[in-house]
DNA sequence: TTTAGCTGGACACTTATCGTCCCGCTACAT
DNA sequence: ATGTAGCGGGACGATAAGTGTCCAGCTAAA
């Protein structure tokens, strides 16, 4: 780090929070505008007032104007938000533990976004936009995106630009419909990506929970095989992580199921599949939908995931994670990751 | 300035006004060290639970160390004073100030330091700092050094290294005896140089207030004639400046002479002359002492002064002023001297 | 041995901050 | 056209933080 920056850190030990807490806020206000202060201040995780205290600065210095329908950016506030991402990555030490995490999840490239999105739902946002951006690079170069659901997915697919549209762009569910918030599911998420990029969309529609010979009769279906051959052809997944007894609660499974992915010692869920903490599968969800091989022959994947709650599971999926992979996650997720393989090296 | 700075700026106001206390602070105990909270609080013109508050923060971020003579500033404390140092003269602002002034006052090196002599007492420990660092710059060049007297002289033979001793060295008292308090006369001054760098000195001890017979007389002394020849030879002046009133009545002048110095407009006083706000010599006390020519010939002069209260002398002084001058103010001084001119424009 | 000056602790008191509610307004959806 | 949700701004008692001031105990120099 900068020794001038250190040195200002060491007279001004309040500088860092406080720029942290100033600059989340005006990003929260740039992804979420227009914003009034209570909605704010329930994504902030901040009260009402204390958000109040920090916009009445942020527009004495003209970063933002407050509009009758909320608050805005202004041009200034976009050019200082510019100015800080990266000194921002740098003070909170966000560089360094990508490094960290690179080495010891053994891929190539790891994203880690500011704060921790347990403590603040808008890094969500945050985190999405960024998935976008990265995702966005691959248009060029692969047209056939695999995606999977979840609210994750989501914050992702209202973050891309759609100034970026590519009409050759195929995006597929990379699961069938399941027992989850119809919102978030493959399906949705799949069709609002291709809506994003004026790309195409390809949809699975199976329900959960068949038996096992009628299962067996849909996989022969046409259109259903259609939907498998595309998997063999993905250029890209982007997919989210659960933590798997969440998962498997959400999609109210069978209490065999449940037992099952209990006994099993499961940890993580990634499209289907439940993983143990060695990143063995123990379970997957008898649905149609991409193969774990599919997902590790593709070009690209990304993995997104976010909130010191899902540190366990990452850490179990990336035991068995393709190295091409790359992992979009935030500050909190990867320091419990850190602290966690760093007590287990003490032992 | 850099974009980044300004981005935190903006982000956080409050941060260069909080900086600029605590490096003072900081600065104030290196040049006092060992100090106390009290002595500290008179010289940082705070109250004694301020500089509490921000001396406990200092000793918890280890940058000062507090032992029972007093604190002293810590190997990391004076790291950072070092990084810190051009960030904070950028931040303030002192160096444009120090461009503006240059061409402002037609000389070739202005140096700015933070704050108000006037404010904080100590910032004058400074200012003598700088002055002899910058006159030790000197001392490999030129050996012959005529020095006057007064407090902001008396600042810098206090901050006069001594490892860089040179015998060689000659310090000349620029003037006689007057009527100040022994410790400030340029006697005392001159001889605390040649103490302090090894040199040797040269004093000239005349009463003040001689008559015109007595005082013709003394000119032809032999040990006078000396020193008015040495005057010639005077490689370096190194004098303060004075508000034209103060200096008088600090001399408890005849009500003659302040009359003089009164309807004359007297403005600034610098080695026995008054100079009128056009920087026009009004009046000169008649003892022995350098002369304003041989000053003005000599290949390197430093003028002191600061706290904007001499605002107006500085001024005056400098309509005049030999270009190869060099000015060493404060930030105080500096703001006013710019002030008072933009008005003057104005009108 | 005395004394001056230092740190660290203590405490009442003032000041600023915070949580909370309300008001009038605007923009959008009905 | 009209209702309504959500906005910024104002207000104010409760509360926490900051401030001025003193004292005890200690150390080092005179």
């Known amino acids: 780090m900068d020794p001038l920056t250190e040195a200002q850190q060491k007279l001004m030990p309040e500088m860092t929070e406080l720029l942290k807490k100033r600059y989340q806020i005006l990003l929260t206000i740039k992804l979420e505008e227009p914003i009034g202060r209570r909605a704010l201040s329930e994504l902030a995780g901040s009260t009402e007032r204390e958000i109040r205290k920090e916009t009445d600065l942020l527009r004495n210095q003209q ?24 000194f921002m990555r740098d003070v909170s030490g966000l560089i360094a533990m990508e490094k960290q995490l690179k080495s010891l999840l053994g891929i190539s490239k790891v994203l880690v976004l500011p704060q921790d999105s347990d403590d603040i739902p808008a890094v969500k946002s945050n985190i999405g936009k960024e998935a976008a951006r990265l ?6 170069q692969y047209k ?12 992702i697919s209202k973050e891309l630009s759609s100034d970026k549209r590519d ?14 918030d119809v919102l978030h ?26 038996s096992e010979e009628a299962y067996e009769m849909m996989m022969r279906e046409p259109v259903i095989k259609e939907m498998m051959d595309l998997y063999d052809q993905t250029d890209v997944v ?51 939908g991409i193969q774990l091989e599919q997902v590790q022959k593709a070009p690209a994947i990304l993995a ?11 850490l179990s ?11 979009i996650t935030d500050e909190g997720a990867a320091q419990k990751i850190l602290e966690l393989t760093q007590k287990q090296e003490e032992i």
Do not use: C, W
């Not at 995702?135 to 060029?140: G, H, K, R, Y």
């Not at 599911?185 to 068949?210: C, E, M, R, W």
């Open 63 to 86: 970063l933002v104007v407050a509009k009758s329908a909320g608050m805005i950016v202004s041009e200034q506030g976009v050019a200082v938000l510019d100015a800080l991402r990266d």
């Open 144 to 155: 056939k995106i695999a995606v999977t659901g979840g609210s994750t997915m989501a914050a």
């Open 185 to 210: 599911q493959a399906n949705t998420i799949a069709s609002s990506f291709a809506g994003k990029t004026g790309g195409s969309v390809k949809t699975l529609y199976l329900p959960d929970h068949l």
């Open 304 to 314: 997104i995931a976010g909130g010191r709650s899902k540190a366990k599971a990452i």
């Open 238 to 288: 982007v997919h989210g992580i659960g933590n798997a007894e969440e998962i498997a609660l959400q999609r109210q499974s069978s209490t065999e199921e449940v037992e099952r992915i209990r006994s099993g010692g499961a940890v993580s869920e990634a499209f289907g599949y439940y993983f143990d903490k060695e990143g063995k599968v123990v379970y997957r969800i008898r649905t149609a």
């Open 317 to 327: 999926y990336f035991r068995n994670a393709a190295p091409q992979t790359i992992l």
């Open 135 to 140: 995702l966005e690079a691959f248009f060029p």
């Open 167 to 180: 009409s050759l762009l195929q995006f597929i569910a990379a699961r069938g419909g399941l027992g989850e």
